[in-house]
């Protein structure tokens, strides 16, 4: 069974495509134009073991918000696409992710009723040129189209790059348990109700 999608989305902000292979072996090629961001989705590939293909295109000459949001609206619609239905896998997963002096924790429910509690704390505005408000965006608008219920923390770090790195790390890690295939599910949807 192929767990691939490949999910295109053009706006008048931005000209987005990502292909994801669920089943893949980590490698990526990612183009946002934006070098941190392109950085966070190559480790969020290579962690949660994806192949990762992102060409995104956007109205940088303002700023970096519709290219960053839109590429987690894509992203996330290409797990779910890729789940067909939410049939036959874990659906909950979590991760704990140390990065020097800080640590990330993430819990996810893959049970297509998106939520995102954000407990991550920034000390600086900017990593590189990129916004750090910016990464709320990304994981809000990826936990809205992959209907998944994110919780993301930064349980201590000082760092803004390495809460920043962390973060995308154990949501990679999260994610790569709850789309692990369970034997156990005989193939059906991981929930009393039969659907997700």
């Known amino acids: 069974m192929s767990r691939t999608a490949e999910v295109r989305r053009d706006t008048k902000e931005t000209q987005i495509r990502v292909w994801v292979d669920l089943d893949g072996t980590g490698a990526s090629e990612v183009s946002t134009g934006v070098g941190f961001f ?22 940088l000459h303002i700023d970096m918000h519709h ?21 036959g896998i874990r659906r909950f997963g979590h991760a704990y ?4 002096e800080t640590l990330s924790r993430c819990a996810i429910d893959l049970s297509n009723r998106p939520y995102l509690i954000w407990k991550t704390d920034f000390r600086t505005p900017k990593v590189g040129d990129m916004d ?13 189209n992959a209907g ?17 790195e962390s973060g995308f790390k154990a949501l990679a890690r999260a994610l790569r348990q709850a789309v692990e295939l369970d034997p156990k ?7 009393t109700k039969g659907v997700l």
């Open 67 to 87: 290219t960053v949001e839109d590429t987690g609206i894509v992203l996330g619609q290409a797990i779910k696409e890729s789940l067909d239905g939410f049939k």
């Open 148 to 164: 998944a219920c994110v919780h993301l923390e930064c349980l201590y770090g000082t760092n803004s790059h390495h809460i920043a």
């Open 97 to 100: 992710i140390p990065m020097d």
């Open 132 to 144: 750090t408000e910016l990464f709320k965006e990304f994981h809000h608008a990826f936990a809205m």
């Open 38 to 59: 392109d950085h966070m989705l190559d480790s969020f590939a290579r962690h949660g073991g994806f192949d990762l293909k992102v060409e995104t295109k956007g109205d």
């Open 185 to 191: 599910t005989h193939g059906h949807a991981p929930s």
